[in-house]
């Protein structure tokens, strides 16, 4: 009764977004479990359970190999996307951070991106990355042109290879100021007595980065891997906006949406719950880790 | 003392949470038996479209004294925005009056799923048996039975042309097969012209493959193809494969950045002589303001006239079916189709309609509508479900970037095998 008394207001406090929780996130991905080993290809509903073979069907039997093509771009678009961003963000940090002239207006410039929603800046990328070249350019193609730099004109998203890595292009421009933003956090987050301690040992800058500040990044390195990480494989409003639902840009998120349109509600099922598990094998190691971090200090 | 002041804080915050939560689920019962409103769920919101829409209101005002019209237009998406709030009301169980679908195939789903009534003794009673052609008929009819009343129709296998351009190549005459047409299209390119064929992405690439392969299958055969009765690794369809494919040469390399707008701003330009598209295309050129436009049914279709249709339905558990049967009896009606088809640019499905009514392109896909075969288009729903019509478009975005020829046909082969109705 005491014990209950202890914690008993604080659970009670906590039980509307507990509950909210319990139905809206944990009882939908239950519902979408149990509706993705049924056979619910329609609207008919569903005449019973059939084990995995939606899953299976997904990677042996899907036409024209629909739903890996849909994970090879998504591949690439996150390897491209990720690389991208870190490199741009570390080192906008990185410059700033040496204390430039006008920092507080270099750091709005790169920030401000990230405060436009992906549609939006997706129509826009969708002109710039015109793919028409020679005298019928448009957009970043007709800007090369006109700098005499045609060798350079792209197909950009339209490259059956490596169209997703042109489409990773707008998703950078926007994210790599939130990766800036969070390096230039952990920067200042170093206190100025170790680089004080590094100077009296006669390190050299180069030193000094590569063995007292750096190592210190990691876990902000690890934390904005994760973010974009999990944002990118759940991509959707980008691409819509950039290329349309197709199979040349097609991600599990889009392949998802597609199939939900044609009321395959089992199959669509499927691809959610392979993403959720994609994006858990990222996230669950990153949340155990934190919280033993947590524990220790 | 202590623990009480935590826990009425505690019982007080949460059940202030949870009067907010039943205040905002308080519901909004406005239909309920007796209801005179009709609520009439389309993607329609605005252009021509709109226009056909307000047409058909007013028709219905007058016709259907003592109900009243509600607009419940989801605009966006080519409808797709429409379709997925449309499923969402129809598992619920809160299905509008009435609904706009593509008639034939894509209607499965909802006949399937039992989301639909039969209406086959109303069509008897408004006579629509007679006013509608006997192909329009044996394609809307399905086990015996008839659920929707077509607004209007559209054709698909229509070529549009600048006449300019073909003037300059020194093209006279529309070209009456496939090897007319390539050399047509070889003489545009020798002016200069380095993609005459104007196209779209994925839906517009079927739609002129679909064009292919009425003309190398005939009526029939092609028909059968959505059937079931036509193999899709008939000798005929490797062939339209490899049609396509030269066809495909002709066309701009950006194809898939485009939508059919945009191609079809390729064609106003002069910056490309053709471009296959539904007639829709015709109220559209006309609404820009370009006169100069040819038109022509693709090259060995015949008399053939591959048909699309809007159509509308009385869905299950209705509010008002009385005010809904009154509405697809004003949507079928002479004076209804008039309201409608001369304002949105398409033709009725009528076949007792006055061509005077029409503008120029209308009179002529009028005369072909009372005289040519109908075929149905998968592109647009009248000859595939919607499931098919998506791995259909998937297949050909394949083959865009692909070019697998093989892969296209085993893939399509796959499609029909799974989606066609045994």
Same mark, same amino acid.
């Given at each position: 009764?005491?014990?209950?008394?202890?914690?008993?207001?604080?659970?009670?406090?906590?039980?509307?977004?507990?509950?909210?929780?319990?139905?809206?996130?944990?009882?939908?991905? +239950?519902?979408?479990?149990?509706?993705?080993?049924?056979?619910?290809?329609?609207?008919?509903?569903?005449?019973?359970?059939?084990?995995? /073979?939606?899953? &299976?069907?997904?990677?042996?039997?899907?036409?024209?190999?629909?739903?890996?093509?849909?994970?090879?771009?998504?591949?690439?678009?996150?390897?491209?996307?990720?690389?991208?961003?870190?490199?741009?963000?570390?080192?906008?940090?990185?410059?700033? /951070?040496?204390?430039?002239?006008?920092?507080?207006?270099?750091?709005?410039?790169?920030?401000?991106?990230?405060?436009?929603?992906?549609?939006?800046?997706? @129509?826009?990328?969708?002109?710039?990355?015109?793919?028409?070249?020679?005298?019928?350019?448009?957009?970043?193609?007709? @800007?090369?042109?006109?700098?005499?730099?045609?060798?350079?004109?792209?197909?950009?998203?339209?490259?059956? &290879?490596?169209?997703?890595?042109?489409? +990773?292009?707008?998703?950078?421009?926007?994210?790599?100021?939130?990766?800036?933003?969070?390096?230039?956090?952990?920067?200042?987050?170093?206190?100025? /007595?170790?680089?004080?301690?590094?100077?009296?040992?006669?390190?050299?800058?180069?030193?000094?980065?590569?063995?007292?500040?750096?190592?210190?990044?990691?876990?902000?390195?690890?934390?904005?891997?994760?973010?974009?990480?999990?944002?990118?494989?759940?991509?959707?409003?980008?691409?819509?906006?950039?290329?349309?639902?197709?199979?040349?840009?097609?991600?599990? +998120?889009?392949?998802?949406?597609?199939?939900?349109?044609?009321?395959?509600?089992?199959?669509? +099922?499927?691809?959610?719950?392979?993403?959720?598990?994609?994006?858990?094998?990222?996230? @669950?190691?990153?949340?155990?880790?934190?919280?033993?971090?947590?524990? &220790?200090? | 003392?202590?623990?009480?002041?935590?826990?009425?804080?505690?019982?007080?915050?949460?059940?202030?949470?949870?009067?907010?939560?039943?205040?905002?689920?308080?519901?909004?019962?406005?239909?309920?038996?007796?209801?005179?409103?009709?609520?009439?769920?389309?993607?329609?919101?605005?252009?021509?479209?709109?226009?056909?829409?307000?047409?058909?209101?007013?028709?219905?005002?007058?016709?259907?004294?003592?109900?009243?019209?509600?607009?419940?237009?989801?605009?966006?998406?080519?409808?797709?925005?429409?379709?997925?709030?449309?499923?969402?009301?129809?598992?619920?169980?809160?299905?509008?009056?009435?609904?706009?679908?593509?008639?034939?195939?894509?209607?499965?789903?909802?006949?399937?799923?039992?989301?639909?009534?039969?209406?086959?003794?109303?069509?008897?009673?408004?006579?629509?048996?007679?006013?509608?052609?006997?192909?329009?008929?044996?394609?809307?009819?399905?086990?015996?039975?008839? %659920?929707?009343?077509?607004?209007?129709?559209?054709?698909?296998?229509?070529?549009?042309?600048?006449?300019?351009?073909?003037?300059?190549?020194?093209?006279?005459?529309?070209?009456?097969?496939?090897?007319?047409?390539?050399?047509?299209?070889?003489?545009?390119?020798?002016?200069?012209?380095?993609?005459?064929?104007?196209?779209?992405?994925?839906?517009?690439?079927?739609?002129?493959?679909?064009?292919?392969?009425?003309?190398?299958?005939?009526?029939?055969?092609?028909?059968?193809?959505?059937?079931?009765?036509?193999?899709?690794?008939?000798?005929?369809?490797?062939?339209?494969?490899?049609?396509?494919?030269?066809?495909?040469?002709?066309?701009?390399?950006?194809?898939?950045?485009?939508?059919?707008?945009?191609?079809?701003?390729?064609?106003?330009?002069?910056?490309?002589?053709?471009?296959?598209?539904?007639?829709?295309?015709?109220?559209?050129?006309?609404?820009?303001?370009?006169?100069? %436009?040819? %038109?022509?049914?693709?090259?060995?279709?015949?008399?053939?006239?591959?048909?699309?249709?809007?159509?509308?339905?009385?869905?299950?558990?209705?509010?008002?079916?009385?005010?809904?049967?009154?509405?697809?009896?004003?949507?079928?009606?002479?004076?209804?189709?008039?309201?409608?088809?001369?304002?949105?640019?398409?033709?009725?499905?009528?076949?007792?309609?006055?061509?005077?009514?029409?503008?120029?392109?209308?009179?002529?896909?009028?005369?072909?509508?009372?005289?040519?075969?109908?075929?149905?288009?998968?592109?647009?729903?009248?000859?595939?479900?919607?499931?098919?019509?998506?791995?259909?478009?998937?297949?050909?975005?394949?083959?865009?970037?692909?070019?697998?020829?093989?892969?296209?046909?085993?893939?399509?082969?796959?499609?029909?095998?799974?989606?066609?109705?045994?």
């Amino acid at each position: 009764m005491r014990r209950l008394r202890h914690w008993g207001p604080g659970l009670l406090l906590l039980s509307p977004s507990l509950i909210l929780l319990a139905v809206f996130v944990y009882g939908l991905i +239950a519902w979408t479990t149990k509706v993705s080993v049924s056979d619910e290809h329609n609207a008919l509903g569903s005449k019973g359970f059939v084990g995995l /073979e939606n899953y &299976t069907r997904l990677f042996t039997d899907d036409i024209n190999d629909r739903f890996t093509h849909s994970l090879k771009n998504l591949l690439l678009f996150t390897v491209v996307f990720l690389v991208g961003a870190m490199f741009f963000g570390l080192l906008w940090a990185f410059i700033l /951070e040496r204390g430039i002239r006008a920092e507080g207006f270099f750091r709005t410039v790169y920030l401000f991106p990230m405060a436009v929603s992906f549609v939006a800046s997706g @129509v826009v990328w969708r002109w710039l990355m015109n793919p028409n070249q020679g005298e019928n350019a448009g957009g970043l193609n007709a @800007v090369l042109g006109g700098l005499g730099l045609d060798f350079a004109q792209s197909t950009w998203w339209t490259n059956p &290879t490596w169209g997703m890595a042109s489409m +990773a292009i707008p998703a950078i421009w926007q994210l790599a100021g939130y990766v800036m933003a969070l390096f230039l956090a952990g920067f200042r987050g170093i206190p100025a /007595e170790l680089r004080e301690a590094a100077a009296m040992d006669g390190a050299s800058t180069y030193r000094l980065y590569r063995n007292v500040i750096f190592p210190q990044l990691t876990p902000v390195a690890l934390s904005a891997l994760i973010i974009l990480g999990h944002m990118s494989m759940k991509m959707f409003d980008l691409i819509m906006s950039v290329s349309g639902p197709q199979w040349l840009t097609e991600v599990p +998120a889009i392949y998802v949406w597609q199939t939900l349109l044609t009321s395959d509600y089992a199959k669509a +099922a499927a691809i959610s719950i392979i993403l959720l598990l994609l994006v858990a094998v990222v996230i @669950v190691p990153y949340l155990i880790y934190t919280n033993r971090q947590e524990k &220790t200090s | 003392m202590r623990f009480t002041r935590r826990a009425a804080v505690a019982a007080v915050g949460v059940a202030a949470l949870l009067t907010a939560g039943a205040c905002g689920s308080s519901d909004d019962n406005g239909g309920g038996s007796g209801s005179t409103k009709v609520e009439v769920f389309t993607w329609w919101a605005d252009g021509g479209e709109k226009a056909g829409l307000d047409g058909l209101v007013k028709q219905f005002g007058t016709d259907c004294a003592g109900q009243t019209f509600e607009n419940g237009a989801v605009a966006g998406g080519a409808g797709a925005n429409a379709k997925s709030v449309l499923a969402s009301r129809l598992q619920q169980g809160t299905p509008p009056d009435t609904f706009q679908a593509h008639a034939g195939a894509e209607l499965l789903d909802y006949i399937n799923a039992g989301q639909v009534e039969d209406i086959s003794a109303d069509y008897d009673t408004w006579g629509l048996k007679q006013a509608f052609p006997q192909g329009l008929i044996d394609n809307l009819t399905v086990e015996g039975k008839i %659920y929707s009343v077509p607004a209007n129709i559209h054709r698909a296998n229509v070529v549009w042309s600048n006449k300019k351009v073909l003037a300059d190549a020194g093209i006279t005459k529309d070209p009456a097969d496939l090897a007319a047409f390539l050399a047509d299209l070889d003489k545009v390119k020798a002016k200069g012209i380095k993609a005459p064929l104007a196209i779209g992405k994925d839906w517009t690439q079927l739609m002129l493959f679909e064009s292919v392969l009425i003309t190398n299958l005939g009526a029939d055969k092609f028909t059968g193809l959505w059937t079931g009765a036509t193999d899709w690794n008939d000798a005929a369809v490797t062939k339209s494969i490899a049609d396509f494919t030269q066809l495909l040469t002709y066309t701009n390399s950006d194809r898939d950045a485009l939508d059919w707008t945009d191609a079809e701003k390729l064609v106003m330009d002069g910056k490309a002589a053709y471009q296959l598209m539904g007639d829709w295309e015709a109220a559209d050129l006309d609404a820009k303001g370009f006169k100069d %436009y040819g %038109y022509f049914t693709f090259p060995g279709n015949g008399e053939t006239f591959q048909w699309l249709a809007d159509s509308f339905v009385l869905p299950k558990g209705a509010n008002n079916p009385e005010g809904t049967k009154c509405w697809l009896k004003t949507v079928g009606s002479a004076a209804g189709q008039k309201a409608f088809n001369t304002t949105k640019g398409s033709i009725p499905a009528r076949t007792d309609a006055a061509p005077a009514d029409y503008p120029k392109y209308q009179q002529a896909a009028m005369a072909d509508w009372k005289s040519a075969k109908p075929v149905p288009s998968c592109a647009h729903g009248s000859a595939c479900s919607q499931g098919w019509q998506g791995a259909a478009n998937s297949a050909l975005g394949a083959f865009s970037t692909k070019q697998d020829a093989a892969g296209l046909q085993k893939a399509l082969a796959t499609a029909a095998s799974q989606f066609v109705k045994k």
